[in-house]
T-cell receptor, first 116, second 113 residues
Framework: GAGVSQTPSNKVTEKGKYVELRCDPI?????LYWYRQSLGQGPEFLIY????????DSGLPNDRFFAVRPEGSVSTLKIQRTERGDSAVYLC??????????????FGPGTRLTVL | DAKTTQPNSMESNEEEPVHLPCNHS???????IHWYRQLPSQGPEYVIH???SNVNNRMASLAIAEDRKSSTLILHRATLRDAAVYYC??????????????FGKGTHLIIQP
């Protein structure tokens, strides 16, 4: 079946602009996660949704970052007033949401964001 | 989540076994040991996980020390397609804490033909 998809695959923007990154999870997965990966580092957790609500947003670096999942499926990560330090690969993952050890996270290919 | 320590990189030859170590000396009794890997230009993918007993699946084997303070991911016969960054991650499902995975820098596995 279809995996997690993310659009766009690449996004180049200018400092100060607003960007939206989209994630389409695996159908039926109630849990959705956003991560950010800088060059040479492992992915860093940003936010976790269970259904429509953000169950844990402790990883969002500041209030310029916001994410929504209004219908419990597609999610959008929104970044306001982008800064050069926001340049990274933004990864989305989904899982069945069982909160057991078999609740494997399935990752999308990521969106590479470059802020000039 | 408890911290894990892995070597920055390892090198192996194609068609030979690979043993990727992970130290987690502060592991709690409810932490599961998960391994994910990330191939070049892709998102991470699940490899295997376990709690106390050794585990086998089609991708790899996981050997867990008796005191659970270390574990080893075993690729029985490495291929060029196994060249990736391998992450050892601890996860507690008993409740509380962030639900995101905590990735370290992982081990960059290089496979020589």
């Amino acid at each position: 079946g279809a995996g997690v998809s993310q659009t766009p695959s690449n996004k180049v923007t200018e400092k100060g602009k607003y960007v939206e990154l989209r994630c389409d999870p695996i159908s039926g997965h109630t849990a959705l996660y956003w991560y950010r990966q800088s060059l040479g580092q492992g992915p860093e957790f940003l936010i976790y949704f269970q259904g429509t609500g953000a169950a844990d947003d402790s990883g969002l670096p500041n209030d310029r970052f916001f994410a929504v999942r209004p219908e419990g499926s597609v999610s959008t990560l929104k970044i306001q007033r982008t800064e050069r330090g926001d340049s990274a690969v933004y990864l989305c993952a989904s899982s069945p949401g069982t909160r057991t050890s078999t609740d494997t996270q399935y990752f999308g290919p990521g969106t590479r964001l470059t802020v000039l | 989540d408890a911290k894990t320590t892995q070597p920055n990189s390892m090198e192996s030859n194609e068609e030979e076994p690979v043993h990727l170590p992970c130290n987690h000396s502060t592991i709690s009794g409810t932490d599961y040991i998960h391994w994910y890997r990330q191939l070049p230009s892709q998102g991470p993918e699940y490899v295997i996980h376990g709690l106390t007993s050794n585990v086998n699946n089609r991708m790899a084997s996981l050997a867990i020390a008796e005191d659970r303070k270390s574990s080893t991911l075993i690729l029985h016969r490495a291929t060029l397609r196994d060249a990736a960054v391998y992450y050892c991650i601890l996860r507690d499902y008993s409740g509380g804490g962030a639900d995101g995975l905590t990735f370290g820098k992982g081990t960059h596995l290089i496979i020589q033909p």
